[in-house]
């Protein structure tokens, strides 16, 4: 099998974020926030996840899928939610969003949840996701798999668009993701088991 080389994953990247600055200037974010957390809560509720458990999310730059609601909505439901800080490796430290003083809790914090919301430029169809570059998720999972916490679900939040048909470069570090959120619904894909989702693979929810 013939795994795919970095500047093939540039490539791509570039593709997918030209792609992503062209489906923010048509979407409108401020209708799209509410719509994004309702179906990430609707999610949570069938994994059975609320008050006292532990979320990550992160704080969402201007063109990506917009968080505010999100982190605000798990807040209210006494759901703890922990956002990244980058680390100059590009590992993640890790601060509860709640906290104004942002006091770092270190990179095991993640060990804590219950669920991973993690950014992303595109998924496919079985699960791949393509994120920045930077490999700082990658880290995160890793951290997860060798805690034997790895069959933590890890859910990615992208716009409507950005689940894709056609395959993404496939590194043997990667690990799929269970599903994929958009402001439109919640899409389980193949890697999702039960009970954590009622649908078959693919459904949107």
Same mark, same amino acid.
């Given at each position: 099998?013939? +795994?795919? &080389?970095?500047?093939?994953?540039?490539?791509?990247?570039?593709? %997918?974020?030209?792609? %992503? %600055?062209?489906?923010?200037?048509? %979407?409108?974010?401020?209708?799209?926030?509410?719509? @994004?957390?309702? +179906?990430?809560? $609707?999610?949570? $509720?069938?994994?059975?996840?609320?008050?006292?458990?532990?979320?990550?999310?992160?704080?969402?730059? /201007?063109?990506?899928? /917009? &968080? #505010?609601? =999100?982190? #605000?909505?798990?807040?209210?439901?006494?759901?703890?939610?922990?956002?990244?800080?980058? =680390?100059? $490796?590009?590992?993640?430290?890790?601060?509860?969003?709640?906290?104004?003083?942002? &006091?770092?809790? !270190?990179?095991?914090? *993640?060990?804590?949840?219950?669920? *991973? =919301?993690?950014?992303?430029?595109? *998924?496919? !169809?079985? !699960?791949?996701?393509?994120?920045?570059?930077?490999?700082?998720? $990658?880290?995160?999972?890793?951290?997860?798999?060798?805690?034997?916490?790895?069959?933590?679900?890890?859910?990615?939040?992208?716009?409507?668009?950005? @689940?894709?048909?056609? /395959?993404?470069? =496939?590194?043997?570090?990667?690990?799929?993701?269970?599903?994929?959120?958009?402001?439109?619904?919640?899409?389980?894909?193949?890697?999702?088991? /039960?009970?954590? &989702?009622?649908?078959?693979?693919?459904?949107?929810?």
């Amino acid at each position: 099998m013939t +795994h795919p &080389t970095a500047a093939d994953k540039r490539l791509v990247r570039a593709q %997918r974020r030209e792609e %992503r %600055r062209r489906i923010t200037a048509a %979407r409108d974010l401020d209708a799209d926030g509410p719509r @994004l957390a309702a +179906h990430v809560l $609707d999610l949570l $509720d069938r994994l059975g996840i609320g008050a006292g458990a532990t979320v990550t999310a992160y704080e969402s730059t /201007p063109i990506e899928p /917009p &968080t #505010a609601d =999100l982190v #605000a909505m798990l807040a209210a439901r006494d759901v703890r939610v922990l956002v990244p800080i980058t =680390l100059p $490796d590009l590992d993640l430290d890790w601060c509860d969003a709640g906290d104004p003083d942002r &006091t770092t809790l !270190g990179p095991d914090a *993640v060990l804590a949840a219950n669920v *991973v =919301l993690a950014p992303g430029l595109s *998924v496919d !169809g079985g !699960g791949t996701r393509l994120g920045q570059g930077g490999g700082c998720y $990658d880290r995160v999972l890793a951290r997860l798999a060798a805690a034997g916490r790895g069959d933590v679900p890890v859910v990615t939040l992208l716009h409507p668009g950005e @689940l894709l048909a056609d /395959p993404l470069p =496939l590194e043997p570090h990667d690990r799929a993701v269970d599903a994929v959120v958009t402001a439109d619904g919640c899409t389980a894909l193949p890697v999702s088991t /039960p009970p954590w &989702t009622a649908d078959p693979p693919g459904t949107p929810a």
